[in-house]
């Protein structure tokens, strides 16, 4: 239902794209989100967009990476400048989506894409 992409390997102060497409019956998509969960640690929320546009992100992240949405896609991305060793994590793309207009919102995780970072 949602489909991740982007992650790998780039040395410190590289840069990526992260991608995570909702597939399926969609009657509306209201926040996405990424989070990630760096190796023996909780997962933590990194950004989130609502379908407003309104962005909120972590501290640690803020001024490097960056957020938005194609909402005719109803694709969500994640651009990651400056990338420190830290940011080394599993990142999961997060959705709230109502599949037909009588349903209710429902909560979708994608599969998580790896990023490790150099240092």
């Known amino acids: 239902q949602l489909q991740a992409s982007g992650g790998g390997l780039v040395q410190a102060g590289g840069s990526l794209r992260l991608s995570c497409a909702a597939s399926?019956?969609?009657?509306?998509?209201?926040?996405m989100g990424w989070y990630r969960q760096p190796p023996g640690m909780q997962r933590e929320s990194v950004a989130a967009?609502?379908?407003?546009?309104?962005?909120n992100y972590a501290d640690s992240v803020k001024g490097r990476f960056t957020i938005s949405r194609d909402n005719a896609k109803n694709t969500v991305y994640l651009q990651m400048n400056s990338l420190k060793p830290e940011d080394t994590a599993v990142y999961y793309c997060?959705?709230?989506?109502?599949?037909?207009?009588?349903?209710?919102?429902?909560?979708?995780w994608g599969q998580g894409t790896l990023v490790t970072v150099s240092s």
């Open positions: 997060n959705v709230d989506i109502r599949r037909v207009a009588s349903d209710r919102w429902r909560d979708y």
């Open positions: 967009i609502t379908s407003g546009g309104s962005t």
């Open positions: 399926g019956s969609i009657f509306s998509i209201n926040r």
